[in-house]
T-cell receptor, first 112, second 115 residues
Framework: KQEVTQIPAALSVPEGENLVLNCSFTDSAIYNLQWFRQDPGKGLTSLLLIQSSQREQTSGRLNASLDKSSGRSTLYIAASQPGDSATYLC???????????FGAGTTVTVRA | DVKVTQSSRYLVKRTGEKVFLECVQD?????MFWYRQDPGLGLRLIYFSYDVKMKEKGDIPEGYSVSREKKERFSLILESASTNQTSMYLCASSLSLAGGRHEQYFGPGTRLTVT
């Protein structure tokens, strides 16, 4: 069974600092990995999707890397802003699976 | 843009009531999913459907059933609501294409309270 872990569980940084969020998974036979953002009481917004054959994806200030063999992904957010405060979740889709396996999330607070 | 909508943002029901949660997507996606999210337990898959009238149990199907009569609509049914079903319920959909991205898109969630 796929286990997904996100460390740290919470992070507080001053505005302008770069954020580094980590995600690890136990089964490297994945189809893709998605990073999501969730604001309190709301649904999930997809930020980036990395296919298993890719090493990284970028969107604006966000960059996600994937090292499938070691079972790790990292989400980098450059020059953080208070509006980046949210919970960030990573999820992996198995090669022979419809569903996503989710980590518990990292709650980020960016202080103005 | 893909849009996934859920019928209610907040719902309060009594123990023993039959509860329907509705989800609609507008992008002709084959796959639809129901998750619940609880503090400390994360998101867990209840049921999913890969085609009209097709369904598969997820990790925690007990106490729930689903219905998919039309491609765009996926309903979650609590036959007899119990207090331990108080949770945030999230619906998602994805396109099923060989070699495709299979990116999941989520709705805004329904916060269900069972008293």
């Amino acid at each position: 069974k796929q286990e997904v872990t996100q460390i740290p569980a919470a992070l507080s940084v001053p505005e302008g600092e770069n954020l580094v969020l980590n995600c690890s998974f136990t089964d490297s036979a994945i189809y893709n990995l998605q990073w999501f953002r969730q604001d309190p009481g709301k649904g999930l917004t997809s930020l980036l999707l990395i296919q298993s054959s890719q090493r990284e994806q970028t969107s604006g200030r966000l960059n996600a890397s994937l090292d499938k063999s070691s079972g790790r992904s990292t989400l980098y957010i450059a020059a953080s802003q208070p509006g980046d405060s949210a919970t960030y979740l990573c999820a992996v889709k198995g090669s022979n699976d419809y569903k996503l396996s989710f980590g518990a999330g990292t709650t980020v607070t960016v202080r103005a | 843009d893909v849009k996934v909508t859920q019928s209610s943002r907040y719902l309060v029901k009594r123990t023993g009531e039959k509860v329907f949660l509705e989800c609609v997507q507008d992008m002709d996606h084959e796959n639809m999913f129901w998750y619940r999210q609880d503090p400390g337990l994360g998101l867990r898959l209840i049921y999913f459907s890969y085609d009209v009238k097709m369904k598969e149990k997820g990790d925690i199907p007990e106490g729930y059933s689903v219905s998919r009569e039309k491609k765009e609509r996926f309903s979650l049914i609590l036959e007899s609501a119990s207090t331990n079903q108080t949770s945030m319920y999230l619906c998602a959909s994805s396109l099923s294409l060989a070699g495709g991205r299979h990116e999941q898109y989520f709705g805004p969630g329904t916060r269900l309270t069972v008293t």
